[in-house]
Nanobody, 124 residues
Framework: QVQLVESGGGLVQAGGSLRLSCTASGLTFRDWAMGWFRQAPGKEREGVSGISWSGTTAEYVDSVKGRFTISRDNAKNTLYLQMNSLKPEDTATYYC?????????????????WGQGTQVTVGS
């Protein structure tokens, strides 16, 4: 059974930082492209960032470029999202995902597995 377990969410003031982690089990982590999605209340789920299985390729939605950094540690089966210069509009539930193939697109249709989510709240 595949499990993706997120941690690191919380409440932070605007301009602050958080680091999300996602520990994976039940799959061969190094074989999967991974990523982060988020969903704010009343809004559709949005792809935030993705990273290739090797960690050499990463993509970001325009709204987080230059502020968020995705990374992975294949030896620890762990995915990270470093979030800096946080804004109130970053407030959402953040989900760790495993994509269906080696290539990935930041669309829900390309996701094979979802985590349960971790809440990030940015105060103004």
């Amino acid at each position: 059974q595949v499990q993706l377990v997120e941690s690191g969410g919380g409440l932070v003031q605007a301009g602050g930082s958080l680091r999300l982690s996602c520990t994976a089990s039940g799959l061969t982590f190094r074989d999967w492209a991974m990523g982060w999605f988020r969903q704010a209340p009343g809004k559709e789920r949005e792809g935030v960032s993705g990273i290739s299985w090797s960690g050499t390729t990463a993509e970001y939605v325009d709204s987080v470029k230059g502020r968020f950094t995705i990374s992975r540690d294949n030896a620890k089966n762990t995915l990270y999202l470093q979030m800096n210069s946080l804004k109130p509009e970053d407030t959402a539930t953040y989900y760790c995902v495993a994509f269906s193939g080696y290539a990935f697109a930041l669309t829900p249709e390309s996701v094979k597995y979802w985590g349960q989510g971790t809440q990030v709240t940015v105060g103004s």
